[in-house]
């Protein structure tokens, strides 16, 4: 994805330029929707609902071309390998593995005293005691629950969340800025208007 990205990353940042928005908030935010697994109909949704907040028209226009110029910056993934070569790879795994398991190692007699002594300790365990190891094992594997998957989309979730905030305040801050520069050109022309009046008099 590094080659994508410093291909597509400076495209991107002259874009946003080019419809006068923050390049910064918006182009991380656009980044993690198209590096994202979704499909590129979920992209071009997302992507759409997000050009809608910074420009009025040709939205479905905007996307394409960046789904686009994505499509062509990112690294093609590799071929699929032949069948043939996938056999002769499983043939080549299955043999070392084959050859690691033939090798066995032999003990001098007194290992194999140890050995049968430690055996035989552990198959003189009571009949309750073996019960109750048994059941401590599956409790612990109850109680272990694994929630990797679930904590990254979480993350992943929390992180698109922040950018939408971040990029809705920036779209606000926007507009409120631009009310203050219509208002002050307004007044600029009030004054104007009224400098022209006195004159006239």
Not at 37 to 65: F, G, P, Q, Y
Request: hydrophobic content about 30%; aromatic content about 4%; glycine content about 2%.
């Amino acid at each position: 994805m590094a080659a994508a990205v410093s291909a597509f990353q400076p495209w991107l940042i002259d874009k946003l330029k080019s419809l006068k928005t923050d390049e910064n908030v918006f182009g991380s935010y656009i980044s993690g929707i198209l590096e994202s697994e979704d499909t590129i109909d979920e992209k071009k949704d997302a992507l759409e609902e997000l050009l809608s907040e910074i420009v009025d028209k040709d939205i479905s226009a905007h996307v394409n071309e960046i789904i686009d110029k994505w499509e062509v910056c990112k690294p093609k993934e590799e071929s699929p390998k032949s069948a043939a070569d996938v056999d002769i790879q499983l043939a080549k795994l299955l043999e070392s593995q084959s050859l690691a398991t033939t090798t066995r190692r032999e003990y001098t007699d007194e290992e194999k005293k140890i050995r049968e002594a430690i055996l035989s300790q552990y198959s003189q365990l009571p009949d309750n005691e073996e019960d109750e190891e048994n059941d401590s094992d599956t409790e612990g594997q109850d109680l272990v629950k694994n929630t990797n998957a679930l904590d990254v989309a979480a993350a992943a979730r929390e992180r698109r969340e922040q950018a939408r905030l971040e990029a809705q305040r920036k779209k606000d801050k926007d507009k409120e800025d631009r009310e203050k520069q219509k208002t002050l050109k307004e007044e600029k022309k009030e004054k104007r208007k009224t400098q022209k009046g006195e004159r006239k008099r």
